[in-house]
């Protein structure tokens, strides 16, 4: 065991010593140490049960004849963080996580991890960790949020708060209206009740094999939350025993099938950002390109807000995140020989799975689209890639041509766009709000929800070199690759250039010759960096673009 570095022999009692500090019994110490690294903490409302989900945990390791140690994470709330600069503070946490959580477990020797995030940058920080430390893992989360209820029994969620702002500055709703949406829009703890990053992410920890049943969709709020936990906490003395560890389950096969789960599911697009990042620190590379191929292959089975008016609990209802994978290998569409964490294969537990509402998740007969939920975009504006969630696009907007409405950043396109300045047929240019040029790369809630709000949707589009919250809908294209801050051709739009957007083709242009972008590229004065000092300047330095995961070089 690792922990024998740390408790076993005389050469080892100061190291002892201090764990008798602690108040552990020479029996306990007997037993494999298992790191419980808890996110819980009272600004993030998917955290505030966390504190409970831990001592669940705790207590299945006991049972199964473990010692749990508890150390933090910490997790930003990105709803909290939005329209503001604490949203440049948000992904970039997603590395803080992965690297204080690597030098607390090598630091301390743990025998195996039990991770319990629950929301967005949170979930992928800590895969990634799992990923680069290769000893037992395995994964617990909070759970989703319940949906709201309004007045009249129509449900809501936060997606809907948001585009309720964008109603207000339309004149469509007033105040009363708006207040109605922030008393319901989140009614309990756990991650936002639609298919966002955070429930996109716990779902596909399921989907690659680092979660028990129901990690994804089983409501904060349920009691059945508790007895996962339970039983996370008594399988990772399994996997301590058997000696399974991440990498033997997150192989390049295990990502293929996260990513076609996505596709099903409609999954956000920051999993375009998260996905490649744990490959990476599992020494696998994912390639954009191979992104498109995956979703020319599978069926769009799902359409969760905000692609719909479903939500996770009704997800859960209907077979939860097993449920799409069984009926993704009625077309052999998933590889089922591959190892989880349950000890068995995917084959093993998708015996008994059935699919509990055909209306929620489609039958892979007769899906919502024949292609996946997301798509990347490639063309002179986007060299390296740009990305769309294609479910969550009126059909209207799957093709598009409109002239550029620059703004060099997300607060001078929010002014004009709360004041009536966006026309039918724009194309909404965002830049320098990339991983680098933010730095941070913020998420557009606010600017995407505004003109879905106003109605706008189905005749605007937005780009950008930043990024969506899950819970955008709409033609919203980002992580354009190069970002405008690297030199990309984002950089060189001047308002009136004609972009043209084909998501069926998988294309996106900017309507300028060469020869004009490279007199315009010659005369281009590069502004200067908005943050100096301090973290966000230290990643700066070292981010990559958003086509290779925004991981730190």
Known sequence: ????????????????????????????????????????????????????????????????????????????????????????????????????????????????????????????????????LNIPTIFCSGGPMLAGRLEDGRRTCLSHMFEAVGAYHAGK????????????????????????????????????????RGNGTIPAVHSARLRLAKHTGMKIMELVEKNIRPRDIMTAAAFHNAETVDMALGCSTNTMLHLPAIAHEAGVDIDL????????????????????DTFMEDLDAAGG?????????????????????????????????????????????????SEGGIAVLFGNLAPDGCVVKQSAVAAEMMVHEGPARVFNSEDEAIKVIYAGGIQKGDVVVIRYEGPKGGPGMREM??????????????????????RFSGATRGASIGHVSPEAASGGPIGLVEDGDMIAIDITKKTIELKVSGQVLAARKAALVMPEPRIKTGYLARYAKMVSSADKGAILE
């Open 1 to 132: 065991m690792l922990s024998t570095q740390v408790k076993d022999g005389v050469d080892r009692s100061p190291n002892r010593s201090l764990l008798y500090a602690l108040g552990y019994t020479d029996e306990e110490l007997a037993r494999p140490l298992i790191g419980v690294v808890s996110s819980y903490n009272e600004i993030v409302p998917g955290h505030m049960n966390l504190d409970k989900i831990a001592e669940a945990v705790k207590a299945g390791i006991r049972a199964a004849g473990g010692t749990p140690v508890m150390f933090p994470a910490i997790a930003v709330c990105d709803g909290i963080a939005m329209g503001h600069v604490g949203m440049k503070y948000s992904l970039v946490t997603r590395d803080l996580i992965a690297d204080s959580t690597e030098a607390m477990a090598m630091a301390h020797q743990f025998d195996g991890l039990v991770m319990i995030p629950n929301c967005d940058k949170n979930v992928p920080g800590l895969l990634m960790a799992a990923a680069r």
């Open 173 to 212: 709703l007033d105040e009363a209206g708006v207040a109605e949406y922030t008393e319901n829009a989140c009614p309990t703890c756990g991650s936002c009740s639609g298919m966002y990053t955070a429930n996109s992410m716990n779902c596909l920890t399921e989907a690659i094999g680092m979660a028990l």
């Open 445 to 466: 809630l606010n600017p995407t929800s505004a003109i879905a709000g106003m109605g706008l949707d189905k005749d605007v589009a937005l780009i950008t070199d930043g």
């Open 289 to 308: 390109h191979m992104v498109n191929e995956i979703s020319a292959k599978t069926p769009n089975l799902c359409h969760l807000a905000p692609a719909g």
């Open 321 to 369: 995140v097993w449920a799409v994978m069984k009926e993704l290998t009625k077309k052999g569409l998933l590889d089922t020989s591959l190892m989880t964490v349950t000890g068995r294969t995917v084959a093993e537990n998708l015996e008994d799975v059935s699919n509990k509402n055909e209306k929620l998740i489609r039958p892979v007969e007769a899906p919502y689209s």
